[in-house]
């Protein structure tokens, strides 16, 4: 794993050279859905600070495992929900998680905020954008991204800290170019946002090219 992310942030650090950007400013969050507690250890001691899953039920039992973990750097881990979100998983959602990456419809986020409000806290969040036209994915279409930035800045205990979207699966990274191309041109459109959560091991080195200042990689640094 070591060597997976030390050839990880070469690979970063080279596609931020290509459009001069400072590679300091990419957060890598290390997806750990269906890995172990053991393998999520090895990922802080490397010094990941930010880790990512996609399902409330699946992230309780480790998140309570490494409450009372330090990583080498005595640093806190920050938890990303990056999966679809059931409003009956919201309650557990807002104790764990420090940004949900997922958020695409007013129901949830009325009931994020709601549960963030019963525990005190402004819970931070991303708006899911469904980039492609592809059926069967989440998140809100560009056309209705605007008013529904709107509707949700309402809510007292929610920040909308950025976007977030997931390419559709191709063949060759270069194709999912034109859906970050996509998102990034949205979040320009939108003052006060600072994140652009868009690639994964597939396709990170385009979205980076295309803007992103965040990552969501698991296969490559889990696998191989
Ligand atoms: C699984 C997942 C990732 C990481 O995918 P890899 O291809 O393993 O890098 C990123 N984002 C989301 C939303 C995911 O579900």
Same mark, same amino acid.
């Given at each position: ?10 690979? $970063? ?5 290509? @459009?001069?950007?400072? /590679? ?23 010094? @990941? ?11 309780? /039992? ?32 807002? %104790? ?22 019963? $525990? ?12 492609? /036209? ?12 605007? =008013? ?7 809510? =007292?205990?929610?920040? @909308? ?42 396709? *990170?080195?385009?979205?980076? %090219? ?6 969501? @990689?698991?296969?490559?640094? *889990?696998?191989?």
């Amino acid at each position: 794993m070591k060597e997976n992310l030390l050839k990880l942030k070469e690979r $970063i650090a080279l596609a931020c050279s290509r @459009i001069n950007k400072n /590679p300091g400013f990419v957060t890598l969050v290390a997806v750990t859905k269906n890995r172990g507690v053991g393998e999520i250890r090895a990922a802080l001691d490397c010094g @990941i600070l930010d880790i990512g899953e996609n399902r409330v039920q699946e992230t309780l /039992p480790k998140y309570k495992e490494l409450q009372s973990y330090q990583p080498a750097n005595s640093a806190n881990i920050r938890w990303h929900m990056v999966g679809h979100l059931q409003t009956n998983k919201v309650a557990q959602a807002v %104790e764990i998680f420090d940004l949900i990456h997922s958020v695409d419809s007013l129901r949830l986020a009325e009931e994020i905020d709601k549960q963030a409000a019963r $525990i005190n806290k402004v819970q931070g969040i991303l708006i899911e954008v469904k980039t492609s /036209p592809e059926a069967t994915k989440d998140g809100v279409i560009p056309q209705d991204l605007a =008013k529904f930035f709107k509707e949700v800045s309402g809510f =007292k205990n929610l920040k @909308i800290k950025g976007l977030m979207t997931i390419a559709p699966l191709v063949d060759n990274a270069q194709k999912a170019r034109p859906y970050f191309k996509k998102l990034r041109e949205l979040y320009d459109g939108i003052s006060g946002l600072s994140v652009l959560s868009m690639g994964m091991s597939d396709d *990170f080195e385009v979205a980076l %090219e295309e803007g992103s200042n965040m990552v969501r @990689i698991g296969r490559a640094i *889990f696998e191989g």
